[in-house]
């Protein structure tokens, strides 16, 4: 047979096999041994530079504390960071950037905290270098230290947990943990003049204040009780301003929708009050054994369990001019500035929550409607909100476009109230214009 047909049936003989061998997994693909994954990290973990120390007799440090930091500038809120917790806690010094002190606050049932606060325990560690002792280490600020550094931190704890864990890991320090609660921590102001920029705009405005509270403990446990809780007082706006160690102008708002329950929404047009101390919530005074408001009372701290009474506060926009008949056939116009009202639980289905204006007005018309008023002094002929004086809540204020309305409108100026978000208040401030319940 000619050789250059015997070399090609040879070379189809191979070509065969080659492809029966790939078709029955002749070469199968490598298959690396099994490991898993934590004993591969393991693998390449350089040993730690630092060394924990044993835990301190100071259990209030070694516990788990929340740290609520102090804005030194008006209407800026503080530099919230670990590493800024002994700083704040010394008064001979400052947090770095932005000057703040903090305060300590134990706590085992805590569940959230809010943009200026951090959940965190006190740790202690020394630096021994790598491996073999030699070398030196890096601080939880970046700075390099040499063998024998002591070095105190604070690391994140969690919720729920009045002892920090055991285990320390270095994604701990400087961890900022996001489990924070819902709503808003907000100043509540009467009188902002949106029409000027910056800070001025709170010029004459006036804050709702919490003050002269105190705490207690109960013998048969470790829960903490909030006293002496009297009414809520009116004072000029500034978020720098304490009342034993808190920020005594700060409110969590926290808003609902209502759709036969209350629910959680960014954008509801219930809320609630958070007095963020105690955690208890801003309450009217009511006729007793009814849901009823007592006119002119003042607004207190109550400890309310009840979610269905908790949320009864409205957010009412403003509402533009209304005209009505009234019952001698005569026209008459109305408008109202943007007020906080109280509506009980049995009223809740009843007003709209689709800022339908007109029919809001047809609320407040026909239901005695209160909302939450700073107190009124009249001073040469002019109306003013004086300081240190408690919170009311009072028939609501309606602008009226009759002849001889015009004390009655100033006031319903100086009644309008708004909230504003702590953490972005800095931007609000450039243009508070823009800033409304719904806007």
Not at 109 to 117: G, H, P, R, V
Not at 148 to 160: A, D, P
Not at 325 to 345: F, R
Request: glycine share 6%.
């Amino acid at each position: 047979m000619d050789e250059a047909i015997i070399l090609i049936i040879c070379m189809c003989i191979i070509f065969v096999f080659v492809i029966l061998l790939l078709i029955f997994g002749g070469f199968n693909s490598y298959k690396p041994p099994q490991q898993s994954l934590e004993t591969s990290i393991n693998d390449y973990l350089l040993p730690s530079a630092w060394k924990p120390t044993e835990m301190s007799s100071d259990n209030i440090n070694n516990a788990c504390n929340t740290y609520t930091f102090l804005g030194q500038q008006n209407f800026y809120p503080p530099n919230v960071k670990f590493t800024n917790i002994i700083e704040c806690t010394n008064s001979t010094k400052s947090c770095k950037n932005n000057t703040c002190i903090c305060t300590k606050k134990t706590s085992s049932t805590l569940k959230c905290i809010d943009s200026d606060q951090l959940f965190a325990y006190q740790n202690t560690h020394v630096c021994t270098g790598v491996g073999d002792g030699t070398g030196d280490c890096i601080s939880t600020t970046g700075q390099r230290v040499p063998i024998g550094t002591s070095e105190t931190f604070y690391s994140t704890c969690s919720f729920g947990s009045a002892s920090p864990s055991t285990t320390e890991t270095i994604s701990d320090i400087n961890q900022i943990n996001t489990n924070y609660c819902f709503g808003a921590i907000s100043i509540l102001a009467f009188n902002v003049n949106t029409n000027i920029v910056g800070e001025k705009a709170f010029t004459d405005a006036m804050c709702i204040d919490s003050q002269n509270w105190s705490t207690s403990s109960s013998s048969s446990s470790s829960s903490t009780f909030y006293t002496n809780l009297s009414p809520l007082m009116i004072y000029k706006c500034n978020t720098t301003k304490t009342y034993n160690g808190y920020p005594s102008q700060l409110f969590r708002i926290q808003r609902a929708s209502y759709n036969g329950t209350y629910k959680e929404s960014e954008t509801g047009s219930f809320c609630r009050i958070v007095q963020r101390p105690s955690n208890y919530y801003l309450y009217p005074a009511l006729n007793s054994g009814t849901l009823l408001p007592i006119p002119g009372s003042n607004i207190t701290v109550q400890n309310l369990t009840d979610e269905n009474l908790t949320y009864c506060w409205y957010l009412l926009p403003n509402i533009p001019k209304t005209t009505v008949v009234d019952e001698y056939g005569v026209y008459l116009t109305y408008s109202v500035k943007q007020q906080i009202i109280y509506v009980p639980k049995e009223n809740a289905g009843k007003i709209t929550q689709t800022l339908n204006t007109s029919q809001l007005f047809s609320y407040i018309i026909n239901n005695n409607v209160y909302s939450i008023q700073p107190p009124i002094g009249i001073k040469d002929g002019e109306y003013f909100i004086p300081e240190g004086y408690p919170l009311i809540l009072d028939k609501i204020l309606i602008y009226s476009y009759q002849p001889n309305s015009e004390m009655n409108n100033k006031k319903c100026e100086l009644c309008t109230l708004n909230y504003y978000d702590y953490a972005i208040l800095p931007t609000i401030i450039k243009e508070p214009s823009d800033y409304t319940f719904y806007g």
